[in-house]
């Protein structure tokens, strides 16, 4: 009887013993979920800035149209005093070029919020973010950014580990990007105060939620393993927006994309960056372009955004970077990057597609293509850079093909690819 007892007690001791500790982890894990929904609703107050007006897209994003001087721009740390530049102190001259089938550039609106209504002067389109949105990320502090780019620890230090490319007699090493795939073009130089290009836009297809497809425009100073950057472009990414549609973007390596971070000030009140494009080039059908351009203004050592020649979405401020990028990049990139977990020669490869799917011997009407391809140096004209070279890290997943007509015409790049296929496993 007496171990009966003793059992029994035993037996009601360790269920108390486990309802107290069920308590306890539960009473720890709501408080952990409070924490975290505190840091997000806080978070979404600090990314999302009072709005004059609201404008629901029917795509289903939110556009707020945010007083210009109120920007996220102006929370970061080195734009404290910092005065707007309302417009750039030149804007380079428009070129007629002689390649008629890449002139189709896209027409207006050229975002499909625009649709639904326009942002008042003195304002800024913003596209609203969600807890949705950050509740993609893996953390608060990652929202907004790429994954890192470069290899750590030794591979900094082995030079086999980086990708280098010849252009004319000069060995350009590109460094060694983690999970990602590229195709493009690259030009080099001491000095280059600019590029753009015409893209034709597509919608490529991103098998998973973690990856992301982009075709760009980079310029970059500073040693591979430490490079900085700016970029636009357009890109699939669900991470970032949610769902698979094209949309435009901007990227900086010390920051993030398009207005998620403080940083890259806007003044136009026409574009949305990370808002979605309405029209889509057809296999051998229109091809819709976008132009894109960036530039260091001369007289302040901003990084100039244009889009279509003549709409001055805005700048990177110099004073987001070091002395070596703050007026003039040492390389000049077009073409197009995967990333994905399962790429860079991993096996089974990611189907994630580059440009139209296409690999870039398919050409005009069926591949991806950047034409009106441009670099500015210390003259600020436009210019097709003296010397180039074609790369892609991944040939039988993507591919890269710098495509002359014949002389009367200048170069094209054709680049993309569908990723996984029989020659990529």
């Excluded at 209504?117 to 950014?145: H, M, N, V, W, Y």
């Excluded at 089974?348 to 069926?366: I, R, V």
Aim: aromatic letters at 14%; proline letters at 5%.
């Amino acid at each position: 009887m007496l171990g009966m007892a003793f059992f029994g007690w035993m037996l009601k001791f360790n269920m108390l013993l486990l309802a107290t500790n069920l308590i306890v982890f539960c009473n720890g894990t709501q408080d952990r979920h409070m924490r975290a929904s505190f840091g997000i609703n806080k978070m979404l107050k600090v990314l999302n800035k009072p709005a004059v007006k609201s404008i629901q897209s029917s795509d289903g994003d939110i556009i707020d149209c945010v007083d210009i001087y109120k920007q996220p721009a102006f929370d970061h740390p080195a734009l404290k005093n910092h005065t707007i530049q309302m417009r750039p102190s030149f804007i380079p001259a428009a070129e007629t070029f002689n390649n008629k089938n890449y002139s189709k550039n896209i027409v207006m609106p050229l975002q499909i919020w625009q649709k639904s209504g326009s942002c008042p002067k003195g304002t800024i389109p913003i596209r609203k973010i969600r807890k949705q949105d950050l509740l993609r990320a893996a953390s608060l502090e990652s929202f907004g950014r790429k994954n890192p780019e470069i290899s750590s620890g030794s591979d900094k230090m082995q030079g086999h580990n980086f990708h280098t490319l010849d252009i004319n007699g000069t060995n350009v090493t590109l460094g060694h990007q983690v999970n990602r795939s590229t195709a493009m073009l690259v030009a080099t130089a001491f000095h280059f105060t600019g590029a753009r290009g015409s893209f034709n836009i597509w919608h490529p297809n991103v098998v998973s939620s973690d990856e992301f497809t982009t075709s760009q425009i980079w310029l970059r100073s500073g040693p591979p393993e430490e490079f900085e950057s700016v970029e636009s472009g357009w890109t699939v990414n669900p991470k970032i927006y949610g769902d698979k549609q094209t949309r435009i973007f901007i990227y900086w390596t010390t920051g993030c994309f398009d207005l998620l971070c403080s940083g890259f000030v806007q003044t136009s009140k026409e574009i949305s960056l990370g808002a979605a494009i309405p029209a889509i080039s057809s296999r051998f059908g229109p091809q819709y372009e976008i132009a894109i351009s960036i530039y260091s203004d001369k007289k302040t050592g901003n990084w100039w955004l244009l889009l279509k020649d003549n709409i001055t979405v805005g700048y990177w401020p110099g004073e987001l970077f070091s002395q070596i990028m703050r007026y003039s990049a040492h390389l000049a990139e077009w073409g197009g990057q995967v990333y994905s977990p399962n790429g860079a020669r991993k096996t089974p490869h990611t189907a994630t597609q580059m440009g139209s799917g296409e690999f870039a011997e398919s050409l005009f009407g069926a591949a991806s293509y950047v034409a009106h391809i441009r670099i500015m140096d210390w003259s600020y004209y436009w210019k097709y850079p003296e010397y180039v070279g074609t790369f892609a890290d991944e040939w039988n997943c993507y591919t890269a093909f710098n495509y002359v007509q014949g002389y009367m015409f200048e170069p094209v790049l054709y680049f993309g690819g569908p990723g996984q296929n029989p020659r990529c496993p």
